[in-house]
């Protein structure tokens, strides 16, 4: 069956302190894709990163950056020096193989509070 | 370049009536999606369209629907509200023509029933 874990349901940190966010997924397919959303209070998703999975290098954008790990079947997502407007609840989500459309699969979500 | 754009933001209906929600896609994206996302069960998919036809459904009572036009503008209908349909109703929008596609979400549809 196709899942997708996020077992960290609230996370409180400082600002400047880094944080990381855990995605576990499970599937049966060898292709398929991961994404990971931010999503502030006004509700609206805002996408983050898109990752295959044949492309299993990390990726860093600005303070952002993803370690995509099959072996453990793992997409964390980590915060640096973390700040007050990263404040939101963050998705990972999964798409499958087939799959040409916006079906995709969630995690709970991770609620990430960065306090002053 | 717009981003994907529902209608109306908020609304409050009585149990029993039914609601109409909108979307518009980013111009040249034929796929539309619409998901479901309450406190209790988190953001669920109710199903997607293209090309003006229903492509892939999640598993919701017929008493949700949907349609899409020849502009890719979609709505979803819910009748016979019940409590239980209160949620933010998101829309999501690809090209749709392409193994995952990465997928874009407007700021959703906050609906109350009372």
Known sequence: ?116 | KAGVTQTPRYLIKTRGQQVTLSCSPISGHRSVSWYQQTPGQGLQFLFEYFSETQRNKGNFPGRFSGRQFSNSRSEMNVSTLELGDSALYLCASSSGTAKGNTIYFGEGSWLTVV
């Open chain 1, 1 to 116: 069956a196709q899942k997708v874990t996020q077992a960290q349901t609230e996370i409180s940190v400082v600002e400047k302190e880094d944080v990381t966010l855990d995605c576990v997924y499970e599937t049966r397919d060898t292709t398929y894709y991961l994404f990971w959303y931010k999503q502030p209070p006004s509700g609206e998703l805002v996408f983050l990163i898109r990752r295959n999975s044949f492309d299993e290098q990390n990726e860093i954008s600005g303070r952002y950056s993803w370690n995509f790990q099959k072996s453990t079947s793992s997409f964390n997502f980590t915060i640096t020096a973390s700040q007050v407007v990263d404040s939101a609840v963050y998705f990972c989500a999964l798409s499958e193989a087939d799959n040409q459309g916006g079906k995709l699969i969630f995690g709970q979500g991770t609620e990430l509070s960065v306090k002053p």
